[in-house]
C-alpha cells in the first residue's frame, strides 16, 4: 500500500526549530520528487520546497529561503523538512507530496501543486510568540 506518513510537528516557541519527516511505505522516495507544502490558518496552500529524484537537486520558495532546508535518507526512506528560525506566522499543517519527474520540482509546479498526487495527513506545526 502506498502511503505517505508526516510526523514531527508540535508546539516551539518564536526563534525555535523542528525537524518534519515524512517517511514512505509501499514505494521509494528517491524515485520521485518530494515537495513540502503547508496550509496556514486564513491562506491557501503553498508550496515551500521540493527535492528532485536521483541527484536531489532542490528548489525553495522565498518563504522557506534560508531558513528551511529539504533532505533524503535514503536509506531509511524519508525526506525530512528542518526548519529553523521559526516564527508564529509558520504555524499551520505541513504536507509531503510526491510526484513522478524531476520536471514537477521548479516555481510554478510547486506553487500550484501541479503533479503532486500522493500526500500524506499533514502535522500540525505551532509557534508561540
Known amino acids: 500500500q502506498v502511503q505517505l506518513v508526516e510526523s514531527g510537528g508540535g508546539l516551539v516557541e518564536f526563534g525555535g526549530s523542528l525537524r518534519l519527516s515524512c517517511a514512505a511505505s509501499?514505494?521509494?522516495?528517491?524515485?520521485?520528487?518530494v515537495g513540502w507544502f503547508r496550509r496556514v490558518p486564513g491562506n491557501e496552500r503553498e508550496g515551500l520546497t521540493c527535492?528532485?529524484?536521483?541527484?536531489?537537486?532542490?528548489y525553495h520558495a522565498d518563504s522557506a529561503k534560508g531558513r528551511f532546508t529539504i533532505s533524503r535518507d535514503s536509506a531509511k526512506n524519508v525526506v525530512y523538512l528542518q526548519m529553523n528560525g521559526l516564527k508564529p506566522e509558520d504555524t499551520g499543517v505541513y504536507y509531503c507530496a510526491t510526484a513522478p519527474r524531476d520536471y514537477y520540482c521548479s516555481a510554478s509546479k510547486l506553487t500550484l501543486a501541479q503533479g503532486y498526487d500522493y500526500w500524506g495527513q499533514g502535522t500540525q506545526v505551532i509557534v508561540s510568540s
Open positions: 509501499g514505494f521509494t522516495l528517491e524515485h520521485y520528487v
Open positions: 527535492l528532485s529524484s536521483g541527484d536531489g537537486i532542490t
